[in-house]
């Protein structure tokens, strides 16, 4: 098993730029896939971002590609999310997710396919 904890969430103005970081606990951190996921009021559950165990590979859907930026330390446990140019649109829960992979170069872009989540950190982004 693996505990998540987000942090770095905020309020900003748009074009600011923010740093979630996402600490998991155990030993095998290095053995998850990552996903970044955000969910604003009234809507789904929407994939921000994820990255492989190897580290060497990401996705992203449109509305963030270009601004967005995925990266893991796995000697620190740690998967980040850097989020440049900020828009009021992507005010949001961010939660962190992880799923023990055998895959080192996959990672999913589905919520279901995701087994332990983060308790999720604000952004908030103002006009």
């Known amino acids: 098993q693996v505990q998540l904890v987000e942090s770095g969430g905020g309020l900003v103005q748009a074009g600011g730029s923010l740093r979630l970081s996402c600490a998991a606990s155990?030993?095998?951190?290095?053995?998850?896939?990552m996903g970044w996921f955000r969910q604003a009021p009234g809507k789904e559950r929407e994939f921000v971002a994820n990255?492989?165990?190897?580290?060497?590979?990401?996705s992203y859907p449109d509305s963030v590609k270009g601004r967005f930026t995925i990266s893991r330390d796995n000697a620190k446990n740690t998967v980040y999310l850097q989020m440049n140019s900020l828009k009021p649109e992507d005010t949001a829960v961010y939660y962190c997710?992880?799923?023990?992979?055998?895959?080192?170069?996959?990672?999913?872009?589905?919520?279901?396919?995701?087994?332990?989540w983060g308790q999720g950190t604000q952004v908030t982004v103002s006009s």
């Open positions: 997710a992880a799923v023990q992979s055998a895959y080192a170069w996959y990672a999913p872009s589905t919520s279901s396919e995701y087994d332990y």
């Open positions: 155990g030993r095998t951190f290095s053995s998850y896939a």
């Open positions: 990255i492989a165990r190897s580290g060497r590979s990401t």
